[in-house]
């Protein structure tokens, strides 16, 4: 089946530092989106992103969707303590009947003061 | 106020008791899904449905039932046979499955003791 990876699994960074997490599936997707989760909360949809090479932009999210459509990234620049929690992509092949979005396994982000 | 409950938020249990978690959504949406998330893990699918009487295994539904007799309700229950059902249980719903953007309820922890 399809599986969606997500690296790294934990980050750490300073506040004011960049922050990256990558996802990766082993099928070529129709399209991809983006969850946050805060500590104790629930998941809530950020972004989706459709078309090959597609870059979509939040404030301080930047959001991109690979050439091959079976990779994204979500860059966060300049982190802030607001921006602490896992962050899930989540994509769906296309032609495939009734296929539902599959999760990917989630970054944590925590925030050095 | 639209949206998708959950309640309780916290439930205990003694093992081998049989517990149902409630998901309620007036959204008006097909599908609802539930999802299964240990600490520090990522969303894994239990069951989900996109239409009234109707409902799909997910990828860890062994030990769980469900049912989907009206559109708005979609009740999981977690059985005895569930070997570690301690966890934190997600249930949401999108318009009409497949790719569509998933809202998610708060969330019910359940702890068995």
């Known amino acids: 089946g399809q599986q969606v990876m997500q690296i790294p699994q934990y980050q750490h960074v300073q506040e004011g530092e960049d922050f990256t997490t990558y996802c990766n599936s082993s099928t070529t997707l129709s399209n991809i989106q983006w969850y946050k989760q805060r500590p104790g909360g629930h998941p809530v949809f950020l972004i989706q992103l459709v078309k090959s090479g597609e870059v979509k932009k939040q404030k301080r999210l930047t959001f991109q969707f690979g050439e091959a459509k079976k990779n994204s990234s979500l860059h966060i620049t300049a982190t802030q303590t607001t921006d602490v929690g896992t962050y899930f992509c989540a994509g769906h092949r296309s032609n495939f009947g009734n296929e539902k979005l599959t999760f990917g396994t989630g970054t944590r982000l925590t925030i050095i003061p | 106020d639209g949206g998708i409950t959950q309640s309780p938020k916290y439930l205990f249990r003694k093992e081998g008791q049989n517990v149902t978690l409630s998901c309620e959504q007036n959204l008006n949406h097909d599908a609802m899904y539930w999802y299964r998330q240990d600490p520090g893990q990522g969303l894994r699918l239990i069951y989900y449905?996109?239409?009234?009487?109707?409902?799909q295994k997910g990828d860890i539904a062994e030990g769980y039932s469900v049912s989907r007799e009206k559109k708005e309700s979609f009740p999981l229950t977690v059985t005895s046979a569930q070997k570690n059902p301690t966890a934190f249980y997600l249930c949401?719903?999108?318009?009409?499955?497949?790719?569509?953007?998933?809202?998610f309820g708060p969330g019910t922890r359940l702890t068995v003791l």
């Open positions: 449905s996109q239409i009234v009487n109707d409902f």
């Open positions: 949401a719903s999108s318009r009409s499955g497949g790719a569509d953007t998933q809202y």
